[in-house]
Nanobody, 115 residues
Framework: QVQLVESGGGLVQAGGSLRLSCAASGSIFSLNAMGWYRQAPGKQRDLVAT???????NYAASVTGRFTISRDNVKNTVYLQMSSLKLADTAVYYC?????????WGQGTQVTVSS
């Protein structure tokens, strides 16, 4: 079993920055893709960013140029640096990691951007 612990969410003013972290522990083999989704109230969960085991990154168009995803393979941790935050970025952010057994999800962390 794999457990994910997210941290770094909170309340920030528009234009500010936050850094989310997601640490994986447990029965981890070789981690493949890692990433972040988000879900705003009343909306579906949407992809924010992904990073492959080789370091290739993909971003949603809405966050490109403002968010940066990274990973530490020694710590089994994925990060999301968020800058120039907008009101529209308010959501619960969920991390995931994947290995040969499947995909595992974090519990979610709230990010609220205020005007």
């Amino acid at each position: 079993q794999v457990q994910l612990v997210e941290s770094g969410g909170g309340l920030v003013q528009a234009g500010g920055s936050l850094r989310l972290s997601c640490a994986a522990s447990g029965s981890i083999f070789s981690l493949n893709a890692m990433g972040w989704y988000r879900q705003a109230p009343g909306k579906q969960r949407d992809l924010v960013a992904t990073i492959s085991s080789g370091g290739s990154k993909n971003y949603a168009a809405s966050v490109t140029g403002r968010f940066t995803i990274s990973r530490d393979n020694v710590k089994n941790t994925v990060y999301l640096q968020m800058s120039s935050l907008k009101l529209a970025d308010t959501a619960v952010y969920y991390c995931y990691v994947s290995d040969i057994s499947g995909r595992y999800w974090g519990q979610g962390t709230q990010v609220t951007v205020s005007s």
